[in-house]
């Protein structure tokens, strides 16, 4: 059973608790709806890289952002296709592409559109993060049979004017009931470590929570912290916080996939090993995110190994396509 009336006091008293009773609680949870020894991994590609006119504090893209990134053009077709190859071999089971958008036009749709259908055709599932959609959007992605549309919240409402100027909080609320409406999986969660206080991270869980329905994927970002962004310089957050709000996460969104998501390269192993421990259950898989690093494969090998925990496999087969 979802519940969508979560309060302030009720999250922060999760956050208050003994680290053992909350990582207990969590997981115990976690137990009821999840086999506690499987990841579903997903690879990511920046299929339009840098000048994104938004201004959000903490990306490498922002053309506010004082930044040595090289823009690029909309990738070819054919990159993306090897792309998407190279990770199914690699063992992901879904292929998300990001744009540094502010929002796609409907000619870039259509291309991105022919990224879906090629990736399907290689038996992966689909997931794209574009930035805003408009209603007609959301509703061609999902005929286009789009797997998950990720779009983050952030922050708490609160915290948000700190960070981003240049979209609305309440904007980024309109996309997503676009997307849900559409019948599209939601991906949506967070950055910790952008200098927000417990109380920030409290009600960013709980505005995901109390949406009408739980997002299906909870990624929570560690914030990567990029030269000649705003938020270069910022306190690094206590990993152990960190850990507390994968499993709040946990308990509250008990059905959902928690990705344990950037940040993993400035982590120890311990620290994402108490993440599993805390419900997470997914994460991104290959060595890059978007612009920056992500652990090489084989380093997740063997975290996986020494874990003991299985990555989710593709369970159909691949359909018959022109792709190959
Ligand atoms: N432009 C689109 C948008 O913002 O909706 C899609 C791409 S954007 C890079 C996807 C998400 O990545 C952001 O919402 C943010 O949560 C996360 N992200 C970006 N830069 C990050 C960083 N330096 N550290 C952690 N997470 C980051
Ligand atoms: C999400 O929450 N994290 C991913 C994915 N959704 C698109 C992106 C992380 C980006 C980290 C910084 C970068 O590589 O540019
Ligand atoms: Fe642009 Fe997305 Fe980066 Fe914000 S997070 S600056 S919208 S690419």
């Not at 077709?77 to 690699?90: G, K, M, P, T």
């Not at 959301?138 to 960070?163: C, I, M, W």
């Not at 998501?261 to 995110?289: I, K, P, V």
Request: glycine share 6%.
């Amino acid at each position: 059973m979802q519940r969508h009336d979560w309060s302030v006091e009720e999250i922060g008293d999760l956050f208050g608790l003994p680290f053992n009773d909350l990582l207990f609680q969590a997981q115990t949870i976690h137990r009821r709806h999840f086999d506690a020894n499987q990841v579903q991994v997903s690879t990511l590609l920046s299929i339009k890289t840098g000048a994104c006119p938004e201004d959000c504090g903490y990306c490498s893209q922002s053309a506010s952002s004082d930044t040595t990134l090289e823009r690029e053009k909309l990738l070819p077709l054919d990159e993306v296709i090897s792309a998407a190859r190279a990770a199914r071999e690699s063992g992901s089971t879904r292929f998300c592409m990001g744009a540094a958008w502010r929002n796609p036009t409907d000619k870039n749709l259509d291309r991105v559109i022919e990224m879906i259908d090629a990736v399907q055709g290689l038996g992966m599932e689909t997931c794209v993060t574009l930035g805003m959609l408009t209603q007609p959007q959301a509703q061609r992605l999902k005929e286009s049979g789009l797997d998950y549309y990720n779009h983050n919240l952030d922050t708490s409402p609160e915290f948000y004017g700190d960070v981003i100027t240049t979209r609305t909080f309440q904007d980024r609320l309109d996309t997503l009931a676009y997307v849900r409406d559409a019948g599209i999986n939601v991906c949506s969660g967070g950055i910790l470590g952008m200098g927000e206080q417990r109380r920030d991270r409290v009600r960013l869980l709980q505005e995901l929570a109390n949406q009408p329905s739980h997002p299906e994927s909870v990624p929570i970002n560690m914030l990567v912290k990029v030269e000649g962004t705003p938020l270069e310089n910022t306190d690094a957050l206590d990993p152990l916080e960190f850990v507390r709000t994968i499993a709040v996460a946990r308990i509250l969104m008990p059905e959902s996939y928690v990705r344990l998501s950037a940040g993993r390269t400035q982590m120890s192993d311990e620290t994402q090993a108490l993440c599993f421990l805390a419900g997470a259950n997914s994460m991104f898989y290959g060595e890059r995110l978007l612009t920056t690093d992500n652990p090489e494969e084989s380093r997740d090998q063997q975290l996986f190994q020494r874990l003991g925990l299985n990555m989710e496999q593709i369970e159909e087969e691949p359909k018959v396509c022109c792709h190959g």
